[in-house]
């Protein structure tokens, strides 16, 4: 049986694509030649910028984003306090973590915590540093289980190998006595080993009301603050400004 040429031999893009060159595959149409060297390298740097953003894609789908929030989108308003312990610019960039430093933000429901810890974790990820991304209760529960099953010392080895944990919603559910614990663990493998970004809508003094134990929440409590940076966010919530104003637009309307 004869075959032609485009029969027989197989197509450059699925050869490139066996050879998990999946940026060259795309897009070597679209390379002007030149010259074998300036061809070689524009398809070289399309390979390299590919296996980039897929690396970056896999690391913010491992940290374990809820929604994703930038800091483009985050507004600093006036109710935000900033201790003189760091700057705007040092929160944004991270800086705290390059030394194990926390960030502890506290306020009321709304006032965007959640949206700057997940801005600041994501900022950190697209660096190609690893973070990951949990509600305090979350956590709670898949370190349950993981204890249940007997895979809880492989998990906590995986969370070794981050540089930011981001604990989010302290505060929101009463833990029981098995979860406090395992949670206090974490906390106390991370102290001046890594960096931890804590989110609560409750004042430290009414921690105890979330872990039940004045003594492991004492422990805690001191182990967070040492080396930390505290931000109180005063102020209505934004959800309620932004019913408030549809409410006042569909009043103006009538």
């Known amino acids: 049986m004869n075959f032609t040429k485009a029969e027989s031999l197989p197509s450059i893009e699925a050869t490139m694509r066996t050879l998990k060159l999946g940026g060259m595959a795309k897009e070597w149409r679209s390379v002007v030649y030149q010259n074998v060297e300036q061809y070689m390298q524009e398809l070289l740097d399309i390979e390299v910028r590919e296996r980039e953003a897929n690396r970056m894609a896999r ?3 491992q ?87 007997g895979t809880l010392n492989s998990f906590m080895a995986s969370l070794r ?54 003594k492991l929440t004492a422990a805690m409590i001191d182990r967070l603050v040492h080396h930390s940076h505290i931000l109180v966010f005063s102020g209505p919530g934004h959800r309620l400004e932004e019913s408030m104003r549809r409410q006042k637009k569909g009043g103006e309307a009538q």
């Open 63 to 149: 940290a374990g984003f809820r929604v994703i929030k930038t800091l483009d989108d985050f507004i600093w308003k006036p109710g935000i306090e900033i201790p003189p312990s760091i700057t705007r610019e040092e929160i944004e960039n991270a800086a705290f973590v390059g030394h194990h430093e926390n960030l502890v933000l506290m306020g009321n429901c709304g006032t965007g915590k959640t949206h700057l810890a997940t801005a600041i974790a994501l900022n950190l990820c697209e660096k190609g540093r690893p973070v990951r991304f949990y509600t305090a209760t979350g956590l709670a529960n898949i370190l349950q289980e993981k204890h249940q099953r």
């Open 161 to 214: 190998r981050v540089e930011l944990l981001v604990l989010d919603e302290i505060g929101y559910i009463t833990l029981h006595k098995e979860a406090s614990e395992l949670l206090f663990q974490i906390v106390s493998e991370c102290y001046e080993q890594k960096s931890l970004i804590i989110t609560s809508n409750l004042e430290f003094s009414q921690w105890n009301t979330v872990f039940g134990n004045d």
């Open 59 to 61: 690391m913010v789908k």
